[in-house]
C-alpha cells in the first residue's frame, strides 16, 4: 500500500508547496536516491528504459529520483524546474499487459527529464502512453502488473493523472489531493484520451445514457478493495 499527496499554495499556512509519498516495495529491495545530470543528445539516438527502448529527446533536464536499484525509472522525484512526480499502482477491469514495455515508473522519469512545468510532464506521460501504452512486470520479489495514477506538481499547480493501458483522464488539483491504489477520478476531469470513454462503452463498462465515471467504469473490484486506497 502506497500513496501521495500535495498540497498547493493555498492550502499551505506559509504558502508553500509540500509534495509527499509512501511506498511498499518489496522489503529486501534496495532503494537508491540518484542524481541525474542534465544531458544533451544526438538526433536519432535511444533510451534503454527498464525493459524496452524509445527515441530519445534533444535534451534531458536534470533529475533527483528515489528509486528501485534495479529501475531504470522511480516512483518518486523532481527535477531542476520544480516538477515533482509520485506514482501508484492501480488496477483495472482491464487486464495488465504482462509483455515487457514501460512501466510506470519509467513514465515518471520521462515526465522529470523532459517536462519544465506540471502541465508539460502531463504532456510527456500522456503522449508517450499513448503511443507505447504501459506494460511489464514492476515486482522485485515476485511478478507484479498494474497501471499507474501519478500526481504531477510544481510551485504553482498540480495535477491528478489516472491510466489504464493506453487511456488516461487528467485532472487539476484545487488546493489539496491524494492518491493511492484506487482509481480517484470520477465524472469531472479537465482532460482525457479521446477513446476513454468509447472504449469503456465497448466493453459493457459503460451504458451511453448514463454520465461517464471513470473509476467506476475502468475500477478493478476486487484488487481495488484489497489494496484499500479509498479507504486510506
Known sequence: MCDTFVALQKATGDGSVIFGKSSDR??????????????????????KCTYVEIDQTPHTYQVLLAKPFWLWGAEMGCNEHGVVIGNEAVFSRLPAGKTPGLIGMDYLRLGLERGRSAEESLGVITSLLEQHGQSGDCGYGHPFYYHNSFIIADRSGAWILETAGKHWVAKQVDGMASISNAYTIGEKFDLASKDVVNFAIEHGWHKPN?????????????????????SR
Open 26 to 47: 518489496d522489503p529486501n529491495e534496495a532503494h537508491e536516491v540518484r542524481i541525474i545530470p542534465a544531458m544533451d543528445h544526438p538526433a536519432g539516438t535511444r533510451v
Open 210 to 230: 448514463q454520465t461517464f465515471h471513470f473509476a467506476k467504469s475502468y475500477s478493478d473490484f476486487l484488487y481495488s478493495s484489497l489494496g484499500a486506497g479509498r
